[in-house]
C-alpha cells in the first residue's frame, strides 16, 4: 500500500461524516478519507483520547433520535452539509442463545443502532446532497446479514439484513439525483474490539486465542484466506467506493471476507 504522502488526493474539497470513527473499521476508514484529501468530521459517544485529532470530532449517541437531529443540524451548520456520509457504526451487543434470550427491548436496540440511526441520519443530511445533485452514502452492513449464526447474531443480522433493503431501496429512490447509496459488508475484521471479544472467550473455554479463532473460523463455514481482514483492507474499499473512481456504482452490496462467504451470489 502507498504510504500516505504517496496517496492520490481525490477527495480533495470533500466533507465526509463518518459515524463510530474512533475505533475499529470506522478509525481505519478516518484515516483513508483524511489521506485522499478529505475533510473528515467523526462522531462517537466518547471523545478520543489523543489531544490534537487530523478531524473534526463531535460527540453523539446515535441511538438516540434527538442526538442524531442535533447532529446533523451541527453539520449542517458549520460545514454546510457533507458530500460523502459513511454509516459505518453498528454493534452487536445484545445476549447469545438465540430467541428465547432476545426481549423487545433487546430488539428494539439492535433496530436503532443497526437501522434506523442510519435512517435518521440519511434523511436529515440527504436534502443537501440532492440540493448540490451529488453525494454518497455508505452503509456499512456485514456478511452476517445474509449468513446469520442463530445462537450469537439473531438480532444483529436480522436488523443489518433490513439496512441491506433499505440501502437498495434508498440507491433507487436517489440515483436519479446523482447520489449513490452502497451497502458494505465485511466478514471477521481484526480490530481490538475483536480481539478482546475471542479473548475472553478463549478464556472461559480454557483454549488459546488461535484455537478459538479457528472455532469462529469454522462456525461461520471456514475463511479460505485463513485470517481476517486488518480494518484498513476494509478502509480500502470504502474509500474507492466513494471516491469519483466509483461513479457508476449505486445499489450494490460488496461483500469483503477473505472468500467466507459459501454460496455464489
Ligand atoms: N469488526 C468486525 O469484525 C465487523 C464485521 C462485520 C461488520 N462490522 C460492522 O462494522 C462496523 C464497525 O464495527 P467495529 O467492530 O469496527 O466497531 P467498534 O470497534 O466496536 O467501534 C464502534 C464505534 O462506534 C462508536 N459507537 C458505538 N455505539 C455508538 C452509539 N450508540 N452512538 C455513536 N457512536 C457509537 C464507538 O465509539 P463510542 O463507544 O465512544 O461511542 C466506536 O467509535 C459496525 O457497523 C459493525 O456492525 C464489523
Known amino acids: 500500500m502507498k504510504n500516505i504522502q504517496q496517496q492520490e488526493q481525490d477527495l480533495l474539497g470533500k466533507i465526509a461524516l463518518v459515524t463510530g470513527g474512533t475505533k475499529g473499521i470506522g478509525k481505519a476508514i478516518t484515516a483513508r478519507l483524511i489521506a485522499a484529501g478529505a ?61 428465547s434470550t432476545l426481549s423487545d427491548e433487546h430488539w428494539d436496540q439492535a433496530l436503532q443502532i443497526n437501522l ?62 446523482g447520489v449513490r447509496v452502497v451497502t458494505v459488508s465485511p466478514g471477521l475484521n481484526k480490530t481490538e474490539a475483536m480481539s478482546s471479544f475471542l479473548d475472553n472467550l478463549a478464556q472461559k473455554a480454557g483454549i488459546t486465542m488461535e484455537e478459538m479463532t479457528q472455532g469462529l473460523f469454522n462456525r461461520v463455514g471456514g475463511v479460505p484466506m485463513g485470517r481476517m481482514a486488518a480494518p484498513e483492507e476494509t478502509a480500502e474499499l470504502v474509500y474507492f467506493l466513494v471516491s469519483p473512481k466509483a461513479s457508476y456504482i449505486t445499489g450494490a452490496n460488496y461483500i469483503i471476507d477473505g472468500g467466507n462467504f459459501p454460496v455464489v451470489k
Do not use: C
Request: proline share 5%; aromatic share 6%.
Open 39 to 99: 475533510t473528515v468530521i467523526v462522531t462517537a459517544r466518547n471523545a478520543p483520547e489523543e489531544t490534537t485529532l487530523p478531524y473534526h470530532f463531535i460527540v453523539a449517541d446515535l441511538s438516540k433520535t434527538e442526538e442524531v437531529n442535533q447532529l446533523a443540524q451541527e453539520i449542517n451548520e458549520k460545514f454546510g452539509g457533507v458530500d460523502i456520509l459513511v454509516n459505518n457504526m453498528g454493534a452487536n451487543t445484545f445476549p447469545g442463545g438465540g430467541h
Open 116 to 177: 434506523l440511526s442510519s435512517v435518521r441520519l440519511d434523511r436529515a443530511l440527504l436534502p443537501g446532497m440532492l440540493e448540490q445533485k451529488s453525494g454518497v452514502i455508505i452503509h456499512i452492513s456485514t456478511s452476517s446479514s445474509q449468513f446469520p449464526i442463530w445462537e450469537s447474531t439473531m438480532a444483529y443480522s436480522a436488523a443489518k439484513s433490513a439496512l441491506n433493503s433499505y440501502s437498495k431501496s434508498l440507491s433507487d429512490e436517489v440515483a436519479p439525483q
